[in-house]
């Protein structure tokens, strides 16, 4: 399978701290990758890093086999590389659908333009309940987003995400805050837009990482500590102990 994301070194330093120390990552086309690690494993640091909302101290990213390393994030976005954030990133004081043909905007190729008229913006409906549909959230297609539960709204956050018809999603904790009935939900979505997508998440929800991944990486202190399927990452001695540490302590 063809390399989508390939990370080579990529390392942060903040004022003399390493937080992420010579990370290498190759993520396959087609897969659902996980990024995993105990708290302060510097996993939120790469995954800023891949996504260019940090600029690595050294390193190189590649996406597609395009040097993305000096890009910004809406440079990388517009070739297909999307990403999602911990806290849900939704307008609250417009419809579901609103939000979404906010997104679908961007097929115009002008900037967001709030103030267009409904009759111009209502070319983008058909699409946008397409969308809606896709994430179940067809019954609330009207509803303001601010009044929709913390996984609903996760679910508009990728609908939206989706309308700008990414080839690769990174996913930053989809579950936090979760839940479980919301898990299972976003569980089932997340599966079934990967059919057709590449997708890199950080998750610290292992039952869900162990349902969804085809592959992941550990990170601990900055580095790889493991790499593989979840069931060679849940034998391996140095993981177990990264996560629940040894019996001495």
């Known amino acids: 399978m063809s390399i989508v994301l390939k990370a080579e070194g990529l390392t942060k330093e903040f004022k003399g701290f390493v937080a992420v120390n010579k990370v290498d990552l190759e993520v396959e086309k087609g897969t659902i990758h996980a990024l995993i690690g ?21 390193g190189r990213i590649t996406y ?15 070739l297909g ?6 806290i849900s990133a939704v307008f609250s004081d417009l419809t579901v659908l609103e939000n979404v043909r906010i997104a679908l905007q961007r097929k115009r190729g002008e900037s967001f333009d709030f103030w267009r008229s ?25 509803h303001r987003a601010g009044e929709l539960s913390y996984g609903r709204k996760r ?34 979505l997340i599966r079934r837009i990967a ?10 929800n292992l039952s869900v990482v162990a349902d969804l991944s085809d592959r992941i990486t550990v990170l601990a202190r900055g580095e790889v500590l493991a790499e593989g399927d979840y069931a060679a990452i849940s034998r391996s001695p140095a993981v177990i102990e990264a996560y629940i540490g040894t019996g001495d302590e």
């Open 38 to 58: 105990p708290n302060g494993a510097g996993k939120t640091t790469f995954f800023n890093l891949l996504t260019k909302f940090l600029q690595p101290t050294a």
């Open 64 to 78: 597609q086999e395009r040097d993305i390393t000096g890009m910004s994030p809406a440079g990388i976005a517009q």
């Open 81 to 86: 590389m999307v990403r999602s954030f911990q």
């Open 118 to 142: 409904e009759k111009i913006l209502s070319r983008f409906d058909d699409d946008a309940h397409g969308y809606i549909e896709d994430v179940g959230l067809g019954e609330f297609i009207n």
């Open 155 to 188: 679910a508009l956050e990728i609908a939206t995400t989706l309308a700008l018809d990414p080839g690769m999603l990174l996913l930053d904790e989809p579950m936090a805050g979760m839940a479980q009935q919301d898990v299972e939900r976003i569980s089932a």
């Open 195 to 204: 059919k057709n997508r590449t997708v890199l998440m950080v998750e610290h």
